[in-house]
């Protein structure tokens, strides 16, 4: 399974911010209705872990503990979907200075 599509669900890939051990990390733009935009943070599980099904439930099991965490410190879940074979996550996006 290979995927290159700069679409993931309704977001349009902006830029890859982050690759971890389980999952890459971009910035999107979420184009809706009427020229709604707002920018988010998709979160989707690496290709080469797609069709490990341990992965893909470990993936799937963090969002559902993050969805349940209402805090102003800790970012929202948008939805959690599946395009192209691959689970992701649509996250709030907070604009800033990284960390590093």
Do not use: W
């Not at 971890?20 to 290709?47: D, N, Q, S, T, Y």
């Not at 872990?49 to 929202?76: C, K, T, Y």
């Not at 992701?88 to 800033?96: I, P």
Request: aromatic share 8%; hydrophobic share 45%.
């Amino acid at each position: 399974m290979q995927s290159t599509s700069p679409i993931v669900g309704r977001y349009h890939l902006v830029e890859r911010l982050a690759v971890g051990g389980m999952a890459e990390i971009f910035l999107a733009c979420e184009k809706g209705a009427h020229g709604l935009e707002r920018m988010v943070v998709i979160k989707r599980i690496l290709p080469t872990l797609a069709e490990d099904e341990s992965f893909v439930e470990m993936f799937l099991q963090e969002a559902r503990v993050a969805a349940g965490i209402h805090h102003p410190n800790v970012v929202a879940i948008h939805e959690l979907g599946e395009s192209d074979g691959y689970p992701y996550m649509a996250l709030e996006y907070v604009a800033g200075s990284t960390m590093r």
